[in-house]
């Protein structure tokens, strides 16, 4: 330990020598500047599946910018990294991530710019799972470029064209199972004016590969495989009575290889057209109309899960599938704080191998004034006919509130639906969401806050089907430290992708094999506190319990995570040291939970080069 204290000394006294700080002119037209932040200390790694080791640790974190001739001819960032982790930087990491990412810009401001782009990202953490609530912590790495030009000259049409691809794997904490996805896309863009008229076209080339854990998709390799490609037209045009008039034509293809419990083969292609106008006949009066048709329902819904990874084509509304939607309405405004809305919406629609017909009817009032100095609020009332000789009627609230009562200051909305509209028409949905917010000046730059969300979802002819979630967070603050805690929960259905579960409503056509049901809670903490001038200490912790259900497996799981850290700055020497604690356990793998602990104490200093 004499050893090891000695060495951090010495360490921390060649970090004192001073060097100067200027900008690098290499030649006549370079400029350079470089700077970063470097560490040094003694760490440790122990757990139960991995090697003990420790020794004298180096990390850095910089920063290099500069431009060639004009930031507007040339202009370029890099920062590069090295050796970090949430043990010892503020590096959301829990192991020693090391990389780096790079950014060029060329012709800045003139008629052909262009921009390349690179990342590189090796043991760095990551997570697989579901957005916004407990994920799988991963470790592993990805990189990816990207280049785009442009040609914007006068008078013509502008034209952008950009290529980008990527890759990453990762291995799920406390098993053998990996995640992965690599990704290639080409675009080009253009738009041009003419006669009053603002037109735009796209065109669209993807490809994804992607490898699932098997704890979640049952089976120990399960790959898919999907490319397609998608372009599409759009106009607009001012017309009279303080009008507009708009018109787009889309058409999406796309096919999936899956290789799994069972292989299958999907595919897709539809086209989608929108027309509509809006006119402003007087200052209080709108009106406006729209219409759209697509020729394949299964591929239109279809669409947004396919590019965002999903493990198969979830939608199948039998061959023949279409819509052909046709509405309008009006709003006025009565008052500067009342006004009203109404609008109607025919559908003619063919899905599972049926024709249906039917109307929406809908009716708004909004109040936007404070009533009794709390509320602002908008009610409206549904008629749903679905030409089958059933017949809909239902509501639709908005409220919101907020009100001070001396020091508190509270806050909140509530929202609520009942058989308004979905993408079919037999079908309606409902939902609520509501939030609540509660704060208190304690006095002496002192405060406390409480929040609560929630939210739930579902069919009305399927009560049984939704999803729901509740959040609720609180915390104490002051200039010199802040206390939080936070608990949620949720449940609901969700598909597979490449990057994790993405929770989709419960819409009829999508195979029950396709969907994975979970339940999820987590809870956490932290503290930061700054006791004394240069001083910082913080702790977080979380938890996270989840619960995932399918046709071919099932699993419970726990995540835990503890970082701790202490830092000490004078002017740019910082003293740290900090503990991390991980522990990951994944019952459908049948290996026990893997924990894994790290520390780690030293210096830091940042360094401007020139």
């Known amino acids: 330990m004499k050893r090891v204290a000695s060495a951090i000394v010495g360490m921390l006294l060649l970090l004192t020598i001073p060097l100067a700080s200027a900008q690098l002119q290499i030649g006549d037209n ?31 974190n910089g920063n290099i910018s500069g431009s060639y001739y004009n930031p507007n001819f040339l202009s370029f960032n890099l920062v590069p990294y090295f050796n970090q982790s949430q043990a010892n930087s503020s590096y959301q990491s829990l192991t020693g991530a090391s990389g780096v990412t790079a950014t060029a810009n060329l012709f800045t401001g ?12 090796y043991n760095s953490t990551g997570t697989f799972g579901l957005t916004g609530q407990p994920n799988f912590t991963t470790h592993g790495h990805g990189d990816g470029f990207g280049v785009g030009w442009s040609a914007l000259l006068p008078g013509l049409p502008t034209l952008s064209a950009s290529y980008s691809q990527g890759s990453g794997s990762g291995t799920v904490y406390g098993t053998k199972q990996e995640t992965g996805s690599d990704t290639k896309l080409f675009n080009v863009r253009s738009t041009y004016a003419i006669e009053g008229f603002h037109l735009s076209g796209f065109y669209d080339h993807n490809t994804l590969h992607s490898r699932y854990p098997a704890f979640l998709s049952g089976e120990q390799e399960s790959v898919s495989n999907t490319g397609g490609h998608d372009y599409g037209f759009g106009a607009n045009h001012n017309l009279p009575l303080n ?12 096919s999936t290889d899956f290789v799994g419990q069972q292989e299958n083969t999907s595919s897709y292609t539809t086209s989608t057209e929108t027309t509509g106008a809006s006119f402003h006949p007087t200052q209080k009066l709108s009106l406006f109309t729209s219409e759209s048709y697509t020729d394949n329902l299964s ?18 509304f039998g061959t023949g599938s279409k819509s052909l939607t046709v509405g309008g309405g009006a709003s006025y405004q009565f008052t500067n704080y009342l006004s009203g809305q109404a609008q109607a919406t025919y559908y003619d629609q063919r899905y599972f191998d049926k024709s249906y017909t039917g109307s929406y009817i809908s009716g708004t009032i909004n109040f936007n004034r404070r009533l009794w100095d709390m509320f602002t609020f908008s009610v409206g009332v549904v008629d749903a006919s679905n030409g089958q000789g059933s017949n809909a009627v239902g509501f639709i609230g908005n409220v919101n509130y907020s009100r001070r009562f001396q020091s508190w200051e509270t806050s909140g909305s509530f929202s609520y639906a009942q058989n308004v509209q979905s993408v079919l028409i037999t079908y309606t949905t409902s939902y609520y969401n509501y939030t609540a917010r509660l704060r208190r000046r304690l006095g002496r730059g002192l405060s406390w806050m409480a929040i609560y969300n929630g939210n739930r979802t579902g069919f009305t002819q399927q009560p049984g089907d939704g999803s729901h979630s509740d959040s609720y967070s609180s915390s104490f603050s002051s200039p010199r430290f802040s206390l939080t805690g936070n608990y949620s929960k949720s449940n609901g259905l969700s598909v597979l992708t ?4 993405v929770v989709v409503p419960p819409t009829p056509g999508i195979p029950a094999s396709n969907l994975i049901f979970y339940n999820a809670d987590s809870y956490g903490g932290g503290l930061s506190a700054t006791p004394v001038k240069r001083l910082t200490v913080s702790a977080t912790f979380s938890r996270a319990l989840s619960n995932t259900l399918s046709e071919v497996t099932n699993s419970r799981n726990n995540t835990e995570i503890l970082t701790t850290q202490v830092q000490y700055h004078l002017r740019r020497i910082g003293v740290l040291g900090g503990f991390a604690r991980f522990s990951q356990g994944i019952s459908a793998t049948s290996t026990p939970p893997a924990t894994a602990n790290s520390f780690f104490i030293g210096v830091s200093r940042w360094f401007d080069f020139f």
């Open 30 to 60: 370079t400029q350079i500047k470089a700077g970063g932040l470097f560490t040094a200390g003694y760490s440790g790694n122990y757990g139960d599946q991995i090697q003990s080791n420790h020794g004298l640790n180096f990390g850095l």
């Open 110 to 121: 003139s008629h052909f710019p262009g921009s390349f782009s690179y990342r590189n990202d």
């Open 243 to 254: 009008g507009s008039f708009y018109a787009t034509y889309n058409r999406s293809s796309a």
């Open 299 to 316: 591929g239109f819904l279809s669409q947004n899960l396919i590019n965002s990874g999903a493990v198969q084509t979830p939608f199948n």
């Open 498 to 501: 490449s990057s994790g579960l």
